[in-house]
């Protein structure tokens, strides 16, 4: 959809209610208080939204067949609200609910994250919803609202731009990526470099207090390489990646450390259970 369904402007991000491999459910008002579900609600099929940068409208789709079974089967008859008509089809069965995260603590409130959230923003997510989440019995379309205004500040400031967010940025530059850099690329990439430094320089490699890993000599010095592989990657995927003179041979480089990685990891996990 480009166009908001609710006040027709264009100005359209696209986003999302988490990680792609781990859709959020919409989990109805209105629950029998006796009726045993497993999963709560009705799962989406994916966990992207998209949200009007005007009106601050924030939508997605359920599978309606499932959506008209849990209701059936796991609501009160009085779920529906009165007076509310769905800003796709215009009918007026609507139901309202909540989205719950699947990847996150349920005390955190589900949240609209916009594309290209950077990796060290420091926030817990994107902007909140302002209102209760309704689903329409006919088409399964589910809508809430956010601040526009908070949306169009939080992807200024943590968003890289992306072909779904573009519109946010007209007449603005995308924000610098120092963090990414500096924090991701040498900060975060330090601690595993520093730890295989340590196993390569004392030939000993081990987790405090755990007794799955302990070992001396050859092996701790493969262990010490696949660290600092790890943090290779991790510089290389960060500062390299974002780098306008390193960009272009960042990709390379991370794959030849995913390489050493991956083969690390092998034989060190072949050594472990053979
Ligand atoms: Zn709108
Ligand atoms: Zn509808």
């Known amino acids: ?6 006040c027709n402007g264009s100005r359209i991000v696209g986003g999302s209610f988490g990680p792609a491999h781990k ?5 109805p008002a209105g629950l029998r208080s006796f009726s045993v579900t497993q999963d709560a609600g009705i799962k989406f099929v994916s966990a992207a939204a998209s949200a009007c940068l005007d009106c601050g409208l924030v939508w997605a789709e359920l599978p309606i067949a499932k959506l008209s079974e849990f209701i059936r089967k796991h609501c009160r008859d009085d779920s529906q609200v009165q007076g509310e008509e769905c800003l796709k089809c215009h009918r007026d069965r609507v139901a309202c609910g909540k989205i719950v995260p699947d990847h996150r603590s349920t005390w955190l409130p589900a949240v609209f994250d916009p594309s290209g959230r950077q990796a060290f923003t420091f926030t817990l997510g994107g902007t909140r919803f302002t209102r209760e989440v309704t689903a329409c019995l006919e088409c399964g379309f589910v809508s809430t609202f956010t601040s526009p205004a908070k949306l169009w500040q939080f992807i200024r400031n943590y968003c890289d731009r992306t072909p779904e967010n573009a519109v946010a940025f007209e007449g603005v530059e995308p924000p610098s990526a120092w963090k990414e850099m500096w924090i991701g690329g040498i900060g975060v ?5 520093g730890y295989g430094v340590y196993c390569l320089y004392t030939r000993h490699a081990y987790f405090p207090g755990s007794r799955i890993l302990d070992v001396r000599g050859w092996e701790a010095v493969v262990i010490g390489i696949t660290y600092l592989a790890l943090g290779a990657i991790l510089h290389f995927q960060y500062f390299w990646g974002r780098h306008p003179g390193l960009y272009s041979r960042s990709s390379r480089l991370k794959q030849v450390a995913f390489l050493i990685f991956m083969a690390g990891m092998a034989y060190t996990s072949i050594r472990r259970f053979f």
């Open 1 to 6: 959809m480009s166009q908001c369904p609710k």
């Open 189 to 193: 990439a330090l601690i595993p470099m």
């Open 23 to 27: 859709p959020p459910v919409f989990r």
